[in-house]
């Protein structure tokens, strides 16, 4: 009897009603044909109800047939509705609206300045900002960029302080390479190829490039995956490449290798990634050159010597500190040294990464990269290497906080992908980017047109570089390289204020070698060991 009734329940109505006026229109479509479209409505929705019934995916529309698929619906379209409709301008998940806008206008070269004064609650708990001077400096009218090349560098870079960060062909569309290559070179500053090689696209326009080389290999490999010294020695001399970065870890999710699918592996992507077609693409999740800190260093040294003196570096998300401190205790027992770190933050972007890593694993940013300044300062190599950031950084006081802890140039990401026109529609993983950047799909990134949205990559640099020198003026500096720890404020929990050198402890010169005053340090000092990156 219960079953019998099923059709008068309120969650069933909507199918008993499609299946009655399928029946109810069927003669008077036979006579009339302007019945045709409302009978074909009526079949469609009764036939949508019945395979709901019969389906054993979801339960939910076992027990709401046709109705169910509302809630779909919804979620499909949450991230718009609450981007538009439910956020802030000042919400920063993952990026705020004024960030998002603020992109949009410099890339644009329309109006960047908001009035009325800020939406932030100034004496709210970890508020920021940078103290200006009674005498400012004349705004620089140059470019700010800085050297990159130690001792055994022969072809030293010059490298603006900020650049895009690494992102391969393959999570970003051919279009989107295009046009960030193309602002790269007419901007003047350097484009990270990302793990997924140096495809045709990077080399289009000629923009600088730094060489990313994964533990994948891809694009230097040999076919059953390991590292090809002949085909890594003709990328890394071609002109268009400047520095080679080694990724060890990615700040989204560290510890943790990748797989893209065979069907989204394209005859240009295995071209480019030196991979085979119609197979799934593996990247572990850890290098098989090297297994020790002193490894590490050597392979660097090989890859300088391959590369003819070109600047060679590594990209980390920090984890344990005792393996970074091995690296440090390597280089001072084999005076080999990489010409720069890239300190990549864990709230960096991914096109794809499981929950738990992009939440829960890895260094935010400003810890890992004042623990590698700290690090490199307490064995007395800061002046050996150079010091990259990346994560999250969209504005110039972004990048003022980032160089005040040490930070020599900046990278950003999604920055620039803003800049190319991504609305944070957080579709990155599904191949469905409704603008073109993150898709593999010719008719999605047919959208992004490459010269209009080049001119849009060069202006985001080049106003965010303005705003920068404006910023650093204020301050009464000349160059970001000035900024120390004590011109950035930021206020407690408790209410106070305190400069990041009084809220941080930052070691001095040698402080490692002779016994740090923190137990936390001296306690990771002790337990690195330069052979490997196990504990003592």
């Not at 990026?95 to 410099?106: G, I, K, N, P, V």
């Not at 490039?209 to 490999?221: D, K, N």
């Not at 660097?300 to 391959?306: F, G």
């Not at 190599?381 to 160089?403: C, E, N, P, W, Y």
């Amino acid at each position: 009897m219960r079953y019998l009734l099923l059709p008068f329940t309120a969650r069933y109505m909507a199918y008993a009603g499609a299946i009655i006026a399928a029946i109810a229109l069927l003669p008077l479509s036979l006579t009339d044909p302007v019945y045709w479209l409302p009978f074909g409505s009526a079949v469609i929705l009764a036939s949508l109800g019945t395979r709901d019934l019969l389906q054993t995916r979801h339960s939910l529309l076992r027990n709401y047939p046709i109705v169910g698929h509302i809630r779909f619906l919804l979620e499909g379209i949450r991230p718009e509705i609450r981007q538009y409709f439910a956020e802030s301008d000042i919400d920063t998940q993952p990026f705020s609206r004024s960030e998002r806008t603020l992109a949009f206008e410099r890339s644009k070269k329309t109006s960047d300045k908001f009035p009325f004064g800020t939406e932030l609650d100034v004496n709210a708990p970890s508020f920021e900002w940078i103290n200006h001077s009674i005498a400012p400096k004349p705004v620089a009218a140059e470019p700010f960029r800085t050297t990159v090349g130690g001792p055994g560098c022969l072809q030293p870079y010059s490298i603006s302080v900020l650049n895009i960060s690494a992102m391969s062909f393959g999570a970003l569309s051919a279009n989107a390479i295009l046009a960030l290559n193309l602002g790269a070179r007419r901007g003047g500053f350097a484009h990270d190829a990302g793990e997924g090689g140096f495809s045709r696209y990077h080399r289009e326009h000629g923009g600088d490039i730094i060489l990313q080389v994964a533990s994948g290999y891809f694009g230097c490999r040999t076919p059953d995956g390991r590292f090809s010294i002949e085909r890594f020695a003709e990328l890394a001399n071609e002109p268009q490449i400047k520095m080679i970065e080694i990724k060890l870890s990615q700040g989204a999710k560290p510890g943790h290798g990748g797989v893209l699918p065979a069907s989204k592996v394209s005859a240009e992507i295995a071209l480019a990634r030196g991979i085979a077609l119609g197979r799934d693409c593996i990247s572990p999740a850890r290098h098989s050159e090297f297994s020790s800190p002193r490894g590490l260093l050597e392979y660097i040294e090989r890859l300088r010597q391959l590369a003819r003196g070109k600047p060679v570096g590594f990209k980390l998300c920090v984890g344990h500190p005792w393996e970074f401190l091995s690296i440090c205790k390597a280089m001072l027992e084999t005076g080999l040294y990489p010409d720069f770190i890239v300190v990549d933050g864990a709230e960096g972007g991914t096109g794809a990464g499981p929950l738990e890593f992009i939440d829960h694993v890895g260094m935010p940013l400003r810890d890992g990269l004042m623990f590698v300044h700290n690090a490199l300062v307490g064995v007395n190599l800061r002046q050996h290497v150079k010091l990259g950031a990346s994560g999250k950084i969209i504005t110039a006081f972004d990048m003022a906080r980032a160089m005040a802890l040490g930070a020599d140039w900046c990278n950003s990401a999604r920055g620039f992908m803003f800049a190319l026109g991504c609305i944070q529609s957080l579709r990155c993983h599904t191949d469905q980017c409704p603008v073109g950047v993150a898709t593999q799909d010719p008719i999605r990134q047919r959208a992004l047109v490459v010269s209009e949205k080049a001119s849009r990559v060069e202006s985001f640099h080049r106003e965010t570089i303005l705003a920068l020198a404006e910023l650093i003026a204020a301050a009464g500096l000349e160059h970001p390289a000035k900024l120390t720890p004590g011109h950035i404020l930021k206020r407690t929990a408790l209410g106070q204020v305190e400069t990041f050198e009084q809220a941080y402890d930052f070691l001095e010169p040698g402080e490692l070698l002779s016994g740090a005053k923190s137990p936390i340090l001296r306690d990771a000092w002790s337990k690195a060991r330069s052979d490997a990156f196990s504990l003592a």
